[in-house]
């Protein structure tokens, strides 16, 4: 999922191809700066002893970084690193990443919270004697990219729970046509009153009679008409073919009679008492959210910069509790990172949870796993999380959200979905006292059965704005008694 977390970014290093020698380098130990030449790219030589070029590069926290350039040895057998380090404005050092490579070397991670700047470096250690040589070094930060335009979204309406009441807001259809018929797609609940139909944007209106029909729960598009509409012909046939559905979903609100019979999310009442203590008295709360790209955002519309610029789960669930407890003293710190797998959680949990003495810590891993681990790997690597973090803080409690299905047509492999199945059984195991958990696994998996997966997602691994909303909704379900 690495791919897909990655947001526009610009190149923010100074003289990374070291046309201009030094310039914007420090040194340390053998360097030399080589000029290029007809065959050959400007480069740095580090060596024969430990050796490194550094840059210091000023950036907030919670930004996503990736540092990279090309490496070659001499010998071959020599290997060079690559190091982001995270410091505080006291020069503490907060957080760090390093590659080992002998080719090429990247690192890729979001600043601690508290960062002040980041010392970006090129390393060669004294463990063998010779030269690495680097060329094309390269820094993307995602901060540089253009701001998140406002949304114009009513976000208490948003937070209004779709398991509850008659009107369902902007849930998303995808009309698509399998076989050349009609494109058509389904409602979550038989409508008794269509309120408006319009575009992911939110922009344009359809009409029924001239746009669309409507029998039922179907919405099918009717010729000549401009409503937006897939065709199966669009997608890859077979197993791991990426697909983006951005911008392509219909926004639905309408009344209907129906019940939602699926999981619902409960208030955790007495399993999270610190955290509700807090929230109810007004006093200061930190909440972490941690975990991968869809924790990150990825799907939402606002991370996406697209039209609705719906904010992700994460910023709506912050929304959600300032508001429904009046309580401005909740800060939030989203500390995840795209492409990341539970194992990534679990070394950096001291560093980019702890470290910020969390109430409530939202752990949200999973769909990076499934592709390689075990169910009990899983676990010990949750459980490890809890304990990295306790160890710092012994009152944070926890909220352990089992991921989200990915889109079955994606990943057929039987294997995938039973890893899934069990990293819930894993996380339910791991609740307890201060630890409770939100069941997305389960609530994405009864949509699906009523709604076609396409309908939900803006990928095959992310979820859109509707998916993304009862994520936001389930967990203000649990922190608040009138979710």
Known sequence: MQEAAKT?????????????????????????????????KPRVRLGPGASAVRQRYRVTGLQTLWFGANLTPEPTTLTGRVRAACF?????????????????????????????????????????????????ALLQDDSLAPPRPATHLDLNSYLIPFWKGSTIREETVLLLSESGEPAQGKLLFPPKQILSVRDYAQKHTYAKGRDYSLQGRTIRALPGSPIPVM??????????????????????????????????????GAALPETLKKLRNRTPLTIVAYGDSITHGIGTSGDARIAPYMPTWAELLHYGLKRGYRHPQIQLYNTAL?????????????????????????????????WSLSPEHFRSNIQEILRRVWARKPTTEFILIASMRFDPTYARDPQYRNRMTGYTNALRSLTDHGVC????????????ATKKPKDLISDPLHPNDFLARWYAQGLMALLHHNS
């Open 437 to 448: 958990l939100l069941d997305m696994d389960a609530i994405s998996g009864a949509l699906m």
């Open 88 to 136: 505080d404005s006291k020069n503490q050092l907060l957080l760090e990443a390093l590659t080992e490579s002998s080719t090429y070397a990247s690192v890729y991670l979001k600043t601690h919270a508290r960062t002040a700047y980041v010392v970006l470096s090129l390393e060669k250690t004294a463990s063998s004697t010779g030269y690495l040589y680097a060329d094309s």
């Open 338 to 370: 795209g492409g990341m797998t539970s194992d990534w959680g679990r070394d950096n949990a001291t560093a980019a949870v702890a470290s910020l003495n969390p109430d409530l810590v939202l752990v949200a891993f999973g769909m990076n796993d499934f």
């Open 8 to 40: 526009k970014s610009q190149h923010a290093l100074t003289n990374g191809d070291f046309r201009t020698g030094q310039s914007g380098w420090q040194t340390e130990g053998e360097v030399r700066f080589l000029p290029g030449t007809s065959a050959m």
């Open 231 to 268: 065709h199966a012909s669009q997608f890859e046939k077979g197993d791991l073919k990426w697909y983006t559905l951005a911008g392509k979903h219909l926004s639905v609100t309408y009344t209907h009679t129906g019940t939602w019979r699926s999981p619902i999310p409960r208030f955790a």
